[in-house]
């Protein structure tokens, strides 16, 4: 069974910072693309934030760049999330997401952690 385990999420006054952190575990075979996607209160679908592939390559949403660094550490199977300079607007429920390939089939799926809050306060 393969889990993703978001954690960091936490209120915070606008121009603050947090490191959001997501841990995968289980029976993996590989890690592809890890990333983080937002919901914020009151719209429906999940909007990407970051994005790092397994090079170590990345991309970001427009409103965060400049703000916020997605890294991951392949070892330890973990993709994390620094963000500074935290806006109002930037408060939503925050999703880990991953592109894993598991032991148990062979079959390359996509993954969702369960969601972290981030509140930012005016």
């Known amino acids: 069974q393969v889990q993703l385990v978001e954690s960091g999420g936490d209120l915070v006054q606008a121009g603050g910072s947090l490191n959001l952190s997501c841990a995968a575990s289980?029976?993996?075979?590989?890690?592809?693309?890890m990333g983080w996607y937002r919901q914020a209160p009151g719209n429906y679908e999940r909007a990407l934030v970051a994005r790092i592939t397994s090079d170590g390559n990345t991309n970001y949403a427009d409103s965060v760049k400049g703000r916020f660094t997605i890294s991951r550490d392949n070892a330890k199977k973990m993709v994390y999330l620094q963000m500074n300079s935290l806006k109002p607007e930037d408060t939503a429920a925050y999703y880990c997401?991953?592109?894993?390939?598991?032991?148990?089939?062979?079959?390359?799926?996509?993954?969702w952690g369960q969601g972290t809050q981030v509140t930012v306060s005016s």
């Open positions: 997401y991953a592109g894993i390939v598991a032991y148990s089939d062979n079959l390359f799926r996509g993954y």
């Open positions: 289980g029976s993996i075979r590989s890690i592809n693309a």
